[in-house]
């Protein structure tokens, strides 16, 4: 079995030979994939060494910046160069990476731009947490994902490689997203999670296209029945319910708007599958009472340059569909910034959980006490 996985991961890597890696039984690792991130990548590792990552998996998809040079220079990062389309194979590597290297380890799945933080963040060691989840016999951690911002113009923020992407971009939009439980099909298909995070600052920038102006009604049916704060479970009366008032309100929402959440940690075992990214999974996870959160930095000085080459690589869904919405907005978005009347500033996790973007529960409340 462990050589058949050798043999996938050269015809999956360009015919290199599997990295040879000795990790301790309890290590957890960042699986990541990267192209053309050498202004992030000294903060995103650093931030991640902090909080508990004891080693990197990086997956180069033939960068022309300085990653590669830099990535080759760092005793705790495993550099895997591949020129094979992102599109393609994005959950594939993943699949072969985690099953050759990782079986029982917790993983976490990020990409550059993002900074996994949790509930007791950043004082609470993540080996604590995992611990913790070991003993409920959770092994997964819904996320959401929250877009950063600086307060003004994105050309006027001079972020440069070490520099901290939170202190660049601490603002982010602590309401307008909705909770919408997975329909039946999708589950059947897909069984974690159970439902799926929309809106925030993403959304209110980029997706005005709806079919109507949302209504009094609409307002009141996505306030009451969608908020963050919603705990219907698959197959419940009040999921099937949601399911009929979606219908209701769904002309009055953007079409096709990106999600916003993910399954970021999760003990892995072979043979689990992402469908596409690590947004949903086939088999079905026992998921931690606790949210986690990917504070998502998109919008810094690379912003504009970032949106081209996505258009023009192709390589990410329905032909790179949303980037084409970003390139489209990107001039006024670098000018006037992403900043507005409701932004809220993070200063810790309590801000999160105080708008139920993130989630703790009471016995992970005693743990962090």
Not at 129 to 145: A, N, Q
Not at 302 to 311: C, G, I, L, N, W
Request: charged share 25%; with cysteine; aromatic share 12%.
């Amino acid at each position: 079995m462990q050589e058949d996985l050798k043999e996938t991961f050269k015809a999956s890597f360009d015919g290199s030979e599997p990295p040879h890696l000795s990790l301790p039984s309890d290590a957890i690792v960042a699986v990541v994939l990267c192209y053309n991130e050498a202004i992030r990548l000294p903060d995103f590792l650093r931030f991640h060494r902090a909080i508990g990552v004891d080693h990197f998996i990086i997956v180069d998809n033939a960068s022309t910046d300085e990653t590669s040079n830099y990535l080759d220079n760092e005793n705790d990062v495993t550099r895997i160069f591949t020129a094979k389309p992102y599109k393609e194979n994005k959950s594939h590597w993943r699949h072969v990476i985690c099953d050759l290297f990782l079986d029982g380890h917790w993983t976490l799945f990020l990409d550059v731009d993002e900074l996994f933080v949790y509930p007791g963040w950043p004082k609470l060691d993540l080996h604590a947490l995992t611990r913790h989840w070991d003993r409920k016999g959770c092994d997964g951690v819904f996320t959401t994902m929250i877009d950063m911002y600086p307060k003004g113009a994105l050309d006027q923020i001079q972020f440069k490689p070490g520099d901290s992407m939170l202190d660049a971009s601490p603002y982010f939009d602590p309401d307008g997203y909705r909770l919408i439980p997975m329909h039946p099909r999708m589950r059947s298909e897909y069984n974690t999670p159970p439902y799926a995070l929309f809106g925030g600052a993403r959304e209110r920038l980029f997706y005005e296209g709806r079919k109507r102006r949302p209504g009094i009604l609409d307002k009141l049916i996505l306030k009451y029945f969608f908020h963050l704060r919603t705990k219907s479970k698959p197959g419940s009366v009040l999921a099937s319910f949601q399911r009929k008032l979606l219908r209701i309100v769904q002309s009055s929402l953007p079409k096709f708007p990106p999600m916003m959440s993910k399954v970021a940690l999760i003990k892995w075992r072979k043979g689990l599958r992402f469908a596409g990214g690590a947004h949903r999974i086939q088999q079905k996870l026992t998921l931690a009472d606790d949210w986690g959160a990917l504070l998502h930095f998109k919008y810094l000085s690379d912003f504009s340059q970032k949106t081209e080459d996505a258009v023009q690589r192709e390589q990410h869904a329905s032909h790179s569909h949303h980037y084409k919405l970003y390139n489209d907005q990107k001039d006024e978005v670098m000018t006037r910034g992403a900043y507005y009347e409701g932004s809220r500033r993070f200063n810790g996790v309590g801000d999160l959980e105080a708008c139920g973007l993130m989630r703790s529960s009471a016995d992970t409340r005693k743990i962090r006490e």
